[in-house]
């Protein structure tokens, strides 16, 4: 969760990095509970930014 945090910061996701340090929170106290739908939430924001990034680049490519 860490290094997808700061990858996504660095990228400009804004929800991603959020949901992370969230997630990285309540895993390192060891509450795996609370962590599970932080988890479905981090794979579900992290599909939203790969279609963004990939809908950005395709644009740059078209545009060329």
Known sequence: AHQL???AA???ARH???VCAELEQVAGAGDLVAAAPLVAEAQREYGRVHAA???AT???FAAR
Request: no cysteine; glycine share 20%; aromatic share 0%.
């Open 16 to 18: 991603l990095p959020t």
């Open 53 to 55: 990034l990939a809908a």
């Open 58 to 60: 395709l644009g740059a």
């Open 5 to 7: 945090k700061g990858s």
């Open 10 to 12: 660095n990228l400009g």
